[in-house]
């Protein structure tokens, strides 16, 4: 008793935000300073449940120690406040798991400290006119015309996102960077049938996410919970951390949620970083995106929605024996530099990037492939060579010739039998 008595009154002495989450997942201690961090009563909240998921309260929410910390991990996240009115502060949060005698985990302890200044979101009014405006620009902008080419392999792929844009039902783009997912994505909200409300790009290459949680949960931003989101695009969601993973699929799969098409280079179901069932719920349609390389007849077709600029019909020979493994993007950057360069004049081989010229040069010019050797005869003839010269050294001596080469007398006899050999004389007879 004396000892849990005096862990509390260092606790509550600290000017740190410190509580105690125990293994049954409630909350089972917090000091003033948390109190003040959270502006409730510590004593109303005592063995609040905490969890990620939505039918949890939101603080119990913000508040759960991600599973890396019940690992046994120190964590380290960054999370808003529980409060959707409000943007900033963030709430910094440090996982420290206690574990006990037995090697079993006796809860978690949370260090929480606060940045930033609160600020309140204006409420959101009807859509102002020009936003509709481009609103509706971007609906004709993104047709599916704009993904089709002029192969077998673009129809294909059009047919497939024109059937994503008929549904509402959850889809997954697989492709190469580059290669296009982000317009597919768009083309399929904005030709479907939740285009009249808000398209939201969620990627988690190289954006924090504590980022994502304030883009998509309401702070200081769009947000989820206003209903003005139509189509949620995440990129790449096995970047995100496992918990805000399942905050995520817990509210996703409410009711009055907008629909989601997720982008990544392998199938849902090939990555491990994935939790469990996201594939299952949010890969229920898959999209194959072409790499631009196994379409290299829609080159011209592709190079014409990139840049107005005019392009000499030589240069398209060198622009197809390129692999592209930028894809679109690569593509565009290539065409507008080139455009840049070439200044009123066409696009011409001589305006492109070296690499692709020589490359070019290559593949029309490929280099003379050297004559076959016929190892197996080039060897047997070294062979013979070497013992009819033993042989010749050794006066005909099939013993002293064996010597000579290093192999037995009895190998060397069936080679000289195998290659006709005149007869050996001397000693070396067998």
């Known amino acids: 008793m004396a000892s849990a ?57 913000t508040l759960m120690p991600p599973p890396e910390a019940w690992a046994g991990e120190i964590t380290r996240v960054r999370r808003a406040p529980p409060d959707a009115t409000s943007g900033p502060p963030w709430w910094d949060f440090t996982f420290v798991p206690l574990p006990g005698g037995d090697g079993r985990l006796l ?79 768009r083309a399929i909200h904005h030709q479907g049938p939740t285009h009249a409300k808000a398209f939201v790009a969620a990627d988690a290459h190289g954006v924090q996410p504590y980022l994502l949680d304030a883009l998509l949960f309401g702070k200081g931003g769009a947000a989820l919970p206003t209903g003005g989101i139509g189509t949620l695009f995440l ?5 995100l951390p496992r918990d805000f993973q399942e905050k995520l699929a817990g509210y996703l799969n409410k009711p009055a949620a907008p629909r989601v098409v997720c982008a990544s280079a392998v199938s849902p179901h090939a990555d491990p970083r994935l939790i469990d069932g996201f594939a299952t719920r949010f890969g229920v349609l898959e999209i194959r995106v072409p790499a631009l390389r196994d379409r290299p007849d829609d080159l011209p077709w592709f190079g014409e929605r990139v840049t107005p600029h005019p392009v000499a019909d030589a240069t398209w ?18 065409l507008r530099t080139a455009a840049a360069r070439a200044g009123a004049l066409p696009i011409a081989p001589e305006h492109l990037p070296r690499v692709l010229r020589e490359r070019h040069l290559l593949t029309a010019n490929p ?31 099939a013993t002293a010739a064996a010597k000579r080469l290093d192999v037995p007398r009895a190998t060397l006899l069936r080679r000289v039998e195998a290659f006709k050999i005149p007869t050996v004389s001397g000693g070396g007879t067998p």
């Open 235 to 239: 990129h790449d969601p096995g970047l």
């Open 367 to 397: 280099l003379p492939q050297p004559r076959s050797m016929a190892l197996a005869a080039v060897l047997e003839a070294v062979e013979r060579r070497m013992i009819e010269d033993a042989l010749l050294a050794c006066h005909g001596n």
């Open 107 to 185: 809860g978690v302890v949370g260090f929480l400290t606060q940045h930033g200044e609160r600020t309140t979101r204006r409420a959101t009014g009807k859509l102002p006119a020009d936003l509709a405006a481009t609103q509706a620009d971007h609906a004709r902008h993104y047709g599916v015309e704009l993904l089709t080419g002029t192969t077998a392999v673009g129809e294909r792929f059009v047919n497939l996102v024109r059937l994503a844009a008929s549904t509402v039902v959850p889809v997954w783009l697989i492709g190469e960077r580059g290669s296009g997912k982000t317009t597919a994505a």
């Open 317 to 334: 020979p060198v622009l197809a024996a390129h692999d592209w493994p930028g894809n679109l993007r690569e593509l565009s950057d290539v």
């Open 5 to 61: 008595k005096s862990w509390r009154s260092f606790f509550h002495a600290s000017t740190t935000a410190v509580f105690v989450v125990g293994a049954s997942r409630r909350l089972r201690y917090a000091n003033p300073a948390w109190e003040r961090v959270i502006g409730a009563d510590w004593a109303k909240l005592r063995g609040l449940r905490l969890s990620a998921f939505r039918s949890a309260t939101p603080l119990g929410q």
